[in-house]
């Protein structure tokens, strides 16, 4: 077997600098990402790599520019109309980052962003993708900020004519048992939210979560449905992936940054979650 690599963009700085998120496609093949800085004001770009037969023309959709957001961190999300969304580390009216949306109309997307959501204290520095609910509502995490300065969960809720310009925090991690400065989430078929939290105080190795959705809402209190004590892994960075299996409770797998046998890491896998698939 002869194993290949084409290299479709090798990124100059004007057209953006330090892509650290992943990729997304769409039906067409054409792809979609951003890069952390470089663009056309140093601050980050979104861009698409339009599919042409075998080859892909570059194409920069956005530069932004420090108070439309900074540093965009994670992979886009789409919906069904083909919208891009996005969050950005910092940047925005408070320089405490960004929710964005890049609309398409047509076969074109917009020239301009609508930023959807600047944080303030309330919530700061999201630093993992969005996810999206059946109904078109937003859900993400930042990493500092809330009541404790220990990081949310938020919701940005779809009003049917757009969204809502103040995000709802679920959580407010506390930076005790329940963990502090979460990191991605990942949605079951009932709604309920799993992620990961960073190392703390409270706890050193970091955990994994549920928080529940209930008739009237999310439960404000997370589940800790692990913590880790080094010698299974430390640092849980990346997000969590579920199985499917046929019993409906889907297992969660993830890795860790650190800790394990030679402290180089771990990939894990938690039985019993109660993820609904």
Known sequence: ????????????????????????????????????????????????????????????????????????????????????????????????????????????????????????IAATHPTANLIMDADGNLFGTTFDGGQFNQGTVFEILNTGSGYASTPTILVNFMGGTDGENPRGLIMDANGNLFGTTSPGPFSPFGTVFEIAKTPSGYDGTPTTLFSFDGTDGAVPVGSLIADHITDHNGDLFGTTFLGGASNDGTVFQINGAGFFV
């Open 1 to 120: 077997m002869t194993v290949t690599l084409n290299t479709l963009v090798s990124f100059n700085g004007t057209d953006g600098r330090g892509p650290a998120g992943g990729l997304i496609a769409n039906n067409s093949g054409d792809l979609f990402g951003t890069t952390s800085t470089g663009g056309a004001f140093g601050f980050g770009t979104v861009f698409e790599l339009v599919k042409h037969g075998g080859s892909y023309t570059p194409t920069t959709l956005f530069s932004f520019d420090g108070t439309d957001g900074s540093g965009p961190v994670g992979s886009l999300i789409a919906d069904s109309k083909g919208n891009l969304f996005g969050v950005t580390s910092q940047g925005g009216a408070n320089n405490d980052g960004t929710v964005f949306e890049i609309a398409k109309h047509g076969s074109h997307y917009d020239s301009s962003l609508t930023t959807l959501v600047s944080f303030d």
